[in-house]
C-alpha cells in the first residue's frame, strides 16, 4: 500500500460530505474502533479520509489509528494530517461562514495549575501544540483570491458547549482565541507525539462570543463545506509542502 498523501479527519458525517462529493475516487469504508476510514482520491492525490466521531477522545483514537495503519502499511509516517470541519467563533473579527486557519492549539478543559502547569496544558505536553508553520503558509497563498474571510490564529478545543458566558471566560483567559471546536487540540496532541505534521482548518457555523445574540446561526453544512473547500483548493500545496518536509 503506498502511504497516504496525507490524512483529513472530520468528526461528523456532515463534514464527511463535501470531501466525497468531490472525490476522484471514494473506496469501501472500514470500521476502526468508533472511527471510519476510507481510502480517497482528491486533487489526484491518494487521501485517507477518517470520520472520528466528537469530541476530543474519539478524535485522538482516529488520529491514533490513521498514523498506525500508514505506518504498518505503508512503511513510513503520514507526511501531514488535516483536522477539517466545523467550529464556533470566538474571535471579534470571525463571522459566520468564515474559515479559521489554526496556528496553534490548546485544551481548555486541562487545568493543572496547582502542579506548576499553565491553564490549558495537559500534564507533560507543551502548553500550546503548533501548526506546521510552512503548511499554515501553503494554505493560506492559496486562498488569496478566494472569497471569503480566512484567519489564522489560536483554535481552543472543549468538552462544553461554548455559551457567551463561557466564550467570555475563554477570551479572557485564552487571548487571541479565534474559535472552538471538540477535536482539535487532541489530534494536535496525538500528531505531536508521534512526530506529524498537523493543522486545522475550520468553517464557523455560528458565534459563540457577545455577537451571538445578533449573528446566531447553526450552519453546520455550510461550514463543512467552507472549511472543504479551503482544504481542496490547497491540496496540491499542502502534498507539496509536506512531501518536501518528509524528505529533508
Do not use: W
Given at each position: 500500500?503506498t502511504?497516504?498523501?496525507?490524512?483529513?479527519?472530520?468528526a461528523?458525517?456532515?463534514?464527511?460530505?463535501?470531501?466525497?462529493?468531490?472525490?476522484?475516487?471514494?473506496?469501501?469504508a472500514?470500521?476502526?474502533?468508533?472511527?471510519?476510514?476510507?481510502?480517497?482520491?482528491?486533487?489526484?492525490?491518494?487521501?485517507?479520509?477518517?470520520?472520528?466521531g466528537?469530541g476530543?477522545?474519539?478524535?485522538a483514537?482516529?488520529?491514533?489509528?490513521?498514523?498506525?495503519?500508514a505506518?504498518?502499511?505503508?512503511?513510513?509516517?503520514?507526511?501531514?494530517?488535516i483536522?477539517?470541519?466545523?467550529?464556533?467563533?470566538l474571535?471579534?473579527?470571525?463571522?459566520?461562514?468564515?474559515?479559521?486557519?489554526?496556528?496553534?492549539?490548546i485544551?481548555?478543559?486541562?487545568?493543572a495549575?496547582?502542579?506548576?502547569?499553565?491553564l490549558?496544558?495537559?500534564?507533560g505536553?507543551?502548553a500550546n501544540?503548533?501548526?506546521?508553520?510552512?503548511?499554515?503558509?501553503?494554505?493560506?497563498?492559496s486562498?488569496?483570491?478566494?472569497a471569503?474571510?480566512v484567519?489564522?490564529?489560536?483554535?481552543?478545543?472543549?468538552?462544553?458547549?461554548?455559551?457567551?458566558?463561557?466564550?467570555?471566560?475563554?477570551?479572557?483567559?485564552?487571548?487571541?482565541?479565534?474559535?472552538?471546536?471538540?477535536?482539535?487540540?487532541?489530534i494536535?496532541?496525538?500528531?505531536?507525539?508521534y512526530?506529524?505534521?498537523?493543522i486545522?482548518v475550520?468553517?464557523?457555523s455560528d458565534?459563540?462570543?457577545?455577537?451571538?445574540h445578533?449573528?446566531?446561526?447553526?450552519?453546520?453544512?455550510d461550514?463543512?463545506?467552507?472549511?472543504?473547500?479551503?482544504?481542496i483548493?490547497?491540496?496540491?500545496?499542502?502534498?507539496?509542502?509536506?512531501?518536501?518536509?518528509?524528505?529533508?
Amino acid at each position: 500500500m503506498t502511504t497516504p498523501a496525507l490524512a483529513i479527519l472530520v468528526a461528523m458525517d456532515d463534514e464527511l460530505e463535501p470531501f466525497l462529493a468531490r472525490a476522484e475516487n471514494v473506496g469501501p469504508a472500514r470500521k476502526v474502533g468508533n472511527a471510519v476510514h476510507r481510502n480517497v482520491v482528491l486533487g489526484g492525490h491518494p487521501v485517507v479520509l477518517v470520520r472520528t466521531g466528537i469530541g476530543l477522545v474519539n478524535a485522538a483514537g482516529a488520529a491514533t489509528t490513521a498514523i498506525l495503519h500508514a505506518q504498518r502499511e505503508g512503511g513510513q509516517s503520514l507526511p501531514l494530517v488535516i483536522s477539517a470541519g466545523s467550529a464556533g467563533g470566538l474571535g471579534a473579527e470571525v463571522r459566520v461562514g468564515d474559515v479559521v486557519v489554526g496556528t496553534d492549539y490548546i485544551n481548555v478543559d486541562a487545568d493543572a495549575r496547582a502542579f506548576g502547569y499553565k491553564l490549558g496544558q495537559v500534564p507533560g505536553m507543551p502548553a500550546n501544540y503548533l501548526a506546521a508553520e510552512h503548511v499554515a503558509e501553503a494554505i493560506l497563498t492559496s486562498q488569496k483570491l478566494r472569497a471569503g474571510a480566512v484567519h489564522q490564529g489560536l483554535i481552543v478545543s472543549s468538552y462544553s458547549f461554548v455559551t457567551p458566558a463561557r466564550a467570555e471566560v475563554i477570551t479572557r483567559d485564552f487571548q487571541g482565541a479565534l474559535a472552538t471546536d471538540m477535536e482539535s487540540s487532541a489530534i494536535a496532541q496525538t500528531c505531536h507525539v508521534y512526530g506529524v505534521p498537523f493543522i486545522s482548518v475550520r468553517g464557523i457555523s455560528d458565534l459563540c462570543g457577545p455577537a451571538a445574540h445578533d449573528d446566531f446561526r447553526d450552519q453546520v453544512d455550510d461550514a463543512a463545506t467552507q472549511s472543504a473547500s479551503v482544504v481542496i483548493s490547497a491540496i496540491d500545496a499542502l502534498v507539496g509542502v509536506a512531501g518536501a518536509r518528509a524528505q529533508a
